[in-house]
């Protein structure tokens, strides 16, 4: 077996079929140590080649051009260094839809979708109202929101004109860009003196929550490749928690709601510091699939 991989990853000798490509960007792949390489080599290889999985079945001794090789050769040793799949194809689902990424913008997470259903269970998701998205990254968020409610305008912000360049492309890419307005600047100070006290009847975000001690723990996947102010949440990872439930009242009004993913073992210290806080209450909180207290939804007060 170790033979068979050795001379399956050796780029001296390129593969001449859609099979044989197959089957080297596989062993490429589980050399490298890389889980689930069956189904990321067919994705890989679509990406290199434009050829489908189901072309591989039906087809599998279509010969490849002697440039197909080499361009998807590098995509598959990226892969092997353990650069994120999502940033080499260049998309990640998000609610059944695609959106484009790139190493300036957080991989959009499955758990991140409760956000959306939290909002899509209040009273605000078919009335016209402003929405805001804090720390939007790759936009996830905010399009959804104008993509689900369809009476939504949405202010979107972060402190990263990059990845507010790639929010951009993703509002054009799913037709919302005339109902999203991007702004630049950290947590929520970018909408002060813009005569939105009191106006905000939604506000999400997925902020930065993993204590700083702890970045270096994260899984090679996401700490050398994800940017590092998307996940850095300060010493005990609750600083982006702070600064919402103190910038986030001036701008809602009463009844209006904040929801917040949290990590793990996050919301007890949440709740406590809402208790603390005095302009909300908890009106819910949702558990992801694996039962952790992903999503919190808070109610202004009046």
Excluded at 28 to 48: Q, Y
Aim: charged share 25%.
């Amino acid at each position: 077996m170790k033979t068979e991989t050795t001379d399956l990853t050796d780029s001296s000798c390129p593969p001449a079929t859609l099979l044989s490509a197959y089957q080297r960007g596989v062993a490429i792949l589980r050399a490298a140590g890389v889980a689930n390489s069956d189904n990321e080599a067919f994705w890989l290889l679509e990406a290199g080649m434009g050829e489908a999985r189901l072309r591989v079945y039906s087809d599998p001794q279509h010969e490849i051009g002697p440039e197909d090789w080499p361009r998807t050769e590098s995509l598959f040793r990226r892969r092997a260094l353990h650069e994120p799949l999502q940033y080499i194809i260049g998309t990640q689902a998000f609610r059944c839809r695609d959106f484009l990424v790139n190493p300036h913008v957080l991989i959009p997470r499955p758990e991140t979708e409760l956000i959306i259903e939290e909002v899509l269970a209040s009273r605000f998701s078919a009335d016209p109202c402003h929405m805001v998205d804090m720390g939007t990254g790759s936009g996830c968020l905010a399009v959804s929101l104008a993509l689900d409610c369809p009476g939504a305008t949405v202010l979107a912000t972060d402190c990263s004109a990059p990845a507010l360049h790639v929010a951009g492309d993703n509002a054009q890419r799913h037709g919302v860009a005339g109902r999203i307005r991007f702004i630049e600047g950290e947590c929520l100070e970018p909408l002060s003196g813009r005569a939105l006290a009191g106006t905000i009847s939604v506000m999400v975000s997925n902020p930065p929550y993993i204590p700083s001690d702890q970045c270096d723990l994260l899984p090679r996947e996401v700490r050398a490749f994800e940017p590092l102010p998307a996940l850095d949440g300060g010493p005990n990872g609750l600083k982006f928690y702070d600064r919402l439930l103190a910038e986030s009242p001036s701008l809602l009004h009463p009844g209006g709601i904040l929801v917040m993913e949290m990590g793990i073992n996050q919301a007890d210290d949440v709740r406590r510091k809402v208790s603390r806080s005095k302009a909300f209450i908890v009106k819910s909180i949702r558990r992801d699939p694996a039962g952790i207290d992903r999503v919190i939804c808070l109610e202004r007060t009046s």
